[in-house]
């Protein structure tokens, strides 16, 4: 009798972790979210180090990017209590998607056909180009004002990169980051800064720097913004309609725009707002 018991109980037992087995790949692989209750939770890839898109202030995360990660989230079912953050820097979004560490990744992550080879691609939600940001009675109106002049950027990046390719005038001073080169403009080290436009109206938008720096306006490339997906991910469809749905009710539009107060921003309009290119 005690071991018919034992044996039950065993049965028993395997049988609820399989359950549970099956209902948590369920639960992580559900799409659109609603459909599994209003339990759902996503983990979403964001930077945590740029003002103005994405930005972990001691846990409380900020920028256009979160604004953008948390309406698509909502969209798909999932309230903002059950997204989890998680830190994407450029070098790891590619694993971080592949390992599964991330279900999407929201990080000024441009489309780009050799991505494309790894990962799949939602959007773009925006559509950014390289800029300067200059102080704001400096007479530079674009890159061809740049000769004899010291701009910064970031060690190894393509903005930088770019400048060295094309502008061989231009004294290029490198940094490890964006902060550390709008610092040295601040002290009259440096006479322009160069990345993204948005990348740049965030860091002008910064309280401490409000005022003081204006983004050219002048962009002289397209780096579309995509919401980062695993391969084969069946998500693109429903986050395309959530990204139509934020720029047709104008959420879209306040996010940039409460993102980048203070910086004398605006975006390129030509290509902005996006319309999502075809989930493949």
Known sequence: MRNTRYAAAAVAAIAALTLSACGGGESAETEGGGESGGGESLRIGI????PGLGYDEGGSYSGFDV??????????????????????????????LSNNQVDMIFATYSITDTRKETVDFAGPYFVAGQDLLVPTDSDIMGPEDLEGKNLCSVTGSTSAQKIKDQYPGVQLVEQPGYAECVT?????????????????????????????FKVVGNTFSEEKYGVGLPKGSDRCED???????????GAWEEAITSNTEGADYTFNAELNPPTPEPCA
């Open 47 to 50: 930077k945590f180090d740029q």
């Open 67 to 96: 604004d953008v990660a948390k309406y698509v989230a909502g969209e798909l079912g999932v309230s903002e209590e059950n997204i989890e953050f998680v830190e994407a820097p450029s070098a790891n979004r590619e694993n971080l």
């Open 184 to 212: 040295a403009m601040g002290g009259g080290q440096i006479d322009a800064v160069t990345t993204d436009d948005i990348i740049l109206a965030g860091l002008a938008a910064q309280e401490s720097n409000a005022g003081k």
């Open 239 to 249: 986050i395309n309609a959530a990204i139509t749905k934020m720029i047709d009710d």
